[in-house]
């Protein structure tokens, strides 16, 4: 931590931290770091935004990979039939930002950020995705002060365990997405990236309806090796997001059947 983040003027409440997180800080400037937003950094000092260290954004690439590697550990063990496919639907739904969100929220992590002023009165303190970006810049202060087991506990108690209900009622009802904690379109996304298959588009097909009972129409494409794209999926619903999160359902449940398919076929061959 430089003498420059030493000096931020304004900052969050900071009522018993460790309590909150389950761990004594032994350099208890990682967790100041861990809760400083860029936006103090740039009201204070603004010459300090070259200096990496000065907020918790780099912070938040070393949590993103320790949360990433926690929730795999943890879905391995708890789901010991599961497939890939499957386990990689579960991890997505509890690393998304909408999840994080949630968590950060639930945890009043909002309330220890130290914000500049403009961001504060903007009510920082309260948006989804700087509340995910600082929890796992929180992650990463907890790795780096107390190593993989200080991390994995946070990330079990707070990011894992009240989610895992959910996660079981999904898989009990055939729901190939648990969608209680994440989002389609996501999934699919990361899905479509891993695979090397690009990024997907939502086109709208098709409205009717009056203006207060409108139905949405939304077809999903992916681009296919010709430089031409595919339909995936479509479906509809009272709003275009509506319709397009139940096509993006749809077409992950496409991909995964087909990547079943071809897998057993690969079986039966050998």
Avoid: C
């Avoid at 949360?67 to 496919?85: K, Q």
């Avoid at 895992?164 to 009622?169: A, K």
């Avoid at 009272?238 to 995964?256: E, G, M, N, P």
């Amino acid at each position: 931590m430089t003498t420059r983040n030493k000096k931020a003027a304004q900052s969050g409440k900071s009522n018993t931290p460790a309590s909150l997180f389950d761990h004594r800080f032994k350099r208890p400037e990682l967790l100041t770091w861990a809760l400083t937003h860029r936006s103090l950094s740039s009201e204070t000092n603004p010459e300090s935004l070259l200096n990496p260290a000065a907020d918790n954004e780099q912070l938040e690439f070393v949590g993103d990979a320790v949360l990433g590697l926690a929730v795999a550990e943890s879905l391995f063990r708890r789901f010991p039939g599961s497939r890939e496919g499957e386990l990689t639907r579960l991890r997505s739904s509890l690393v998304s930002r909408r999840h994080l969100g949630e968590v950060a929220a639930r945890i009043d992590l909002g309330s220890l950020l130290r914000l500049g002023r403009g961001e504060e009165q903007s009510g920082g303190r309260r948006k989804p995705a700087l509340l995910a970006n600082a929890l796992e810049a929180v992650i990463a202060a907890l790795y780096l002060d107390g190593g993989l087991d200080a991390a994995r506990a946070f990330i079990e108690r707070h990011i894992i365990e009240p989610a895992i209900p959910n996660l079981h009622l999904a898989m009990q009802d055939g729901d190939t997405f648990s969608g209680a904690i994440g989002d389609h379109k996501s999934a699919l996304q990361e899905h479509l990236q891993a695979t090397g298959a690009g990024h997907p588009h939502y086109v709208l097909t098709d409205q009717s309806g009056p203006d207060h009972q409108k139905r949405f129409k939304v077809e999903v494409r992916v681009e296919d090796k010709m430089g031409g794209s595919r339909a995936l999926a479509e479906s509809e619903g009272t709003t275009k997001k509506q319709a397009q999160q139940d096509a993006a359902r749809l077409a992950f449940q496409r991909l995964i059947s087909e990547s079943q398919h071809a897998a057993t076929e690969v079986e039966v061959a050998e």
